[in-house]
């Protein structure tokens, strides 16, 4: 199915415990980016990739590791999650051919929980 | 560093009415898009109205229209004729060129009564 996908959709998970949440797309936008979303502050920018092998951070990377090997995956990582990673993260692409404008498409969002 | 301000934490409107959504945002960028972006409950995130900042006619997608005062460097939605399913979280957001992501406003809370 065509657009853009995350995995798990929702994770609960412990303090110090690493975990990876997946996106995959389908256009071939060239762009992808990872947001979190907490109470107060609308959706705030973690990593951004401008194509495969090309990553940059955005506004609050501390504790996220991104790769992209592949244009249609970017995965996000939390290598030792703490508590205050506890959020509903989304992934977004945009900007290709199709998509010249730069509008991004975001997936359905993953709830985090970190106890 | 851009900034975008949505001063209007809640709002309310009589379905078929018509209201107006608050955005201002600050960068020294000449280049850059701005959006206003729909989260229903259900948490997904829908394109609402895009305006490419070089045009100065606003955008209008139906109901919706904006209000783009570039020197002002304000951006405000208008919902005409609301609609029940209008009721949802609203994000103001702004982009430059190229792409490094969007900086989203706090949001609206707007709720659409009967």
């Known amino acids: 199915d065509a657009g853009i996908t995350q995995s798990p959709r929702y994770k609960i998970t412990e303090t110090g415990r690493q975990v990876t949440l997946m996106c995959h797309q389908t256009w071939s936008h060239s762009y992808m980016f990872w947001y979190r979303q907490d109470l107060g502050h609308g959706l705030r920018l973690i990593y951004y990739s401008a194509a495969a092998d090309i990553t940059d951070k955005g506004e609050v990377p501390d504790g996220y590791v991104v790769s992209r090997s592949k244009t249609e995956n970017f995965p996000l990582t939390l290598e030792s999650a703490t508590r205050s990673q506890t959020s509903v993260y989304f992934c977004a692409s945009g900007v290709g051919k199709l998509n010249p404008s730069g509008t991004q498409y975001f997936g359905p969002g993953t709830r985090l929980t970190v106890l | 560093a851009q900034t975008v301000t949505q001063s209007q934490p809640e709002m309310s409107v009589q379905e078929a009415e018509t209201v107006t959504l608050s955005c201002t945002y600050d960068t020294s960028e000449n280049n850059y898009y701005l959006f206003w972006y729909k989260q229903p409950p259900s948490r997904q995130m829908i394109l609402v109205i895009r305006?490419?900042?070089?045009?100065?006619q606003n955008a209008t997608e139906n109901r919706f229209s904006v209000n783009f005062q570039k020197a002002a460097k304000s951006f405000s939605l208008k919902i005409s004729d609301s609609q029940l399913g209008d009721t949802a979280m609203y994000f103001c957001?702004?982009?430059?060129?190229?792409?490094?992501?969007?900086?989203f406003g706090a949001g609206t809370r707007l709720t659409v009564k009967p």
């Open positions: 305006q490419e900042a070089y045009k100065q």
């Open positions: 957001a702004f982009m430059n060129l190229p792409p490094r992501g969007m900086r």
